[in-house]
T-cell receptor, first 113, second 111 residues
């Protein structure tokens, strides 16, 4: 069964450094998402991406964040200058069109020290 | 703004018994979708069940069923014949455009 994959599973970085989190969505999916979950808290929407552009973003998704689909398979989230409060689990998700559910990847645990 | 509220931070159920997890949401949209996701300790997000708002019939998936009350904006999850493997965080989610999650309910299953 096809699945969303994410790399790395765990990323440790120093405050102020740039990180790129990578996702490979399911191949025939059209909509792509990033979410984050701070430990012990709820899953929060960051951004949605469709037709090679951002379709919606939350107030969390400020100028330090960017997303890209550099080729036909990868979907990346870049955090330009990480802060301690960026430490969280980051989930990528994808879906086809219509009412269908989003399929989540296993997440990348980001630790900022 | 759409909000999703799960008023039960923690719930507990005896193995083989039935438990209901509550969820309410606030929206001005008429067309939307509701989901329950399960998050075990591995932190993987696993879809449990989906409900389209335009459907009056409550969705069921084996031991999992929902009670969808559109007028009341309520979407509860019933787990029948609870199993030890059902122990997890359960998140209610709403989607019109992007997905909004509730704060979650931690379900413990007692043997």
């Amino acid at each position: 069964e096809p699945e969303v994959t994410q790399t790395p599973s765990h990323q440790v970085t120093q405050m102020g450094q740039e990180v790129i989190l990578r996702c490979v969505p399911i191949s025939n999916h059209l909509y792509f998402y990033w979410y984050r979950q701070i430990l012990g808290q709820k899953v929060e929407f960051l951004v949605s991406f469709y037709n090679n552009e951002i379709s919606e973003k939350s107030e969390i998704f400020d100028d330090q964040f960017s997303v890209e689909r550099p080729d036909g398979s990868n979907f990346t989230l870049k955090i330009r200058s990480t802060k301690l409060e960026d430490s969280a689990m980051y989930f990528c998700a994808s879906r086809t069109g219509g009412p269908y559910e989003q399929y989540f990847g296993p997440g990348t645990r980001l630790t900022v020290t | 703004a759409q909000t999703v509220t799960q008023s039960q931070p923690e719930m507990s159920v005896q193995e083989a018994e039935t438990v209901t997890l509550s969820c309410t949401y606030d929206t001005s949209e008429s067309d939307y979708y509701l989901f329950w996701y399960k998050q075990p300790p591995s932190r993987q997000m696993i879809l449990v069940i989906r409900q389209e708002a335009y459907k009056q019939q409550n969705a069921t998936e084996n031991r999992f069923s929902v009670n969808f009350q559109k007028a009341a904006k309520s979407f509860s999850l019933k787990i029948s014949d609870s199993q030890l493997g059902d122990a997890a965080m359960y998140f209610c989610a709403y989607r019109a455009n992007d997905m909004r999650f509730g704060a979650g309910t931690r379900l413990t299953v007692k043997p």
